[in-house]
């Protein structure tokens, strides 16, 4: 993973090492990131699930998906961020890895999901599909189990 390490060379790389403010603020912009993400995706998932009958579904997952796709990518610009400081090192970390891959799985279950028969139902205002209902038990798994490998990254 060495080719990784002239990442930690940059100027935002010295920035964020040469500043624990900065770091800090990204590192709280990579949490607020995830919060609205999770937020998002819960609220919808638990609607897809069946909570909360009296919303309109057609309403909703538009708006909570955007919001959603704001969070993801706020997470994985501040995620960045963060790496940049010690890439080779992250590179290593089981944990960091795990997340990573938790993260592909949740981007790619809600990229199937919106290109699906299933979606475009739900936009036309009917009750979701049991394969969506599957999906969004998919996606609930996921997402918990990319923060908990993210958290368990500074434990290794
Ligand atoms: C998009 C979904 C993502 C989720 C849900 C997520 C989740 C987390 C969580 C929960 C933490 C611990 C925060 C803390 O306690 O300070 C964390 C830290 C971190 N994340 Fe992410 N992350 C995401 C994306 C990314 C991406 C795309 C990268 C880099 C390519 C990344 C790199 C990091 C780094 C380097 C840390 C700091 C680890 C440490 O030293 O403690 N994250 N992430």
Same mark, same amino acid.
């Given at each position: 993973m060495e080719f990784l390490a002239p990442? +930690?060379?940059? !100027? %935002? =790389?010295?920035? %964020?090492?040469?500043?624990?403010t900065l770091y800090l603020l990204v590192n709280a912009a990579h949490i607020l990131g995830i919060s609205v993400l999770f937020g998002a995706i819960l609220a919808l998932d638990l609607r897809i699930l069946g909570l909360a009958r009296n919303l309109p579904l057609a309403v909703m997952a538009p708006y909570l998906s955007r919001l959603a $796709?704001? *969070?993801?990518?706020? +997470?994985? =610009?501040? $995620?960045?961020?963060? #790496?940049s400081v010690k890439p080779v090192e992250y590179a290593q970390n089981p944990a960091f890895l795990a997340k990573i891959g938790f993260v592909g799985l949740g981007i790619l279950n809600a990229a199937l999901v919106h290109f699906s028969q *299933? /979606? &475009?139902?739900?936009? =036309?205002?009917?009750? !979701? &599909?049991?394969?969506?209902? %599957?999906? +969004? /038990? #998919?996606?609930?798994?996921i997402w918990i189990a990319a923060v908990v490998a993210g958290r368990w990254i500074g434990f290794l």
């Open positions: 990442l +930690a060379e940059t !100027p %935002l =790389a010295r920035a %964020l090492i040469a500043s624990s $796709g704001a *969070g993801v990518l706020i +997470a994985i =610009a501040t $995620g960045l961020c963060l #790496f *299933g /979606w &475009r139902a739900i936009l =036309a205002d009917s009750e !979701p &599909r049991s394969v969506m209902r %599957l999906s +969004a /038990w #998919f996606s609930i798994t």
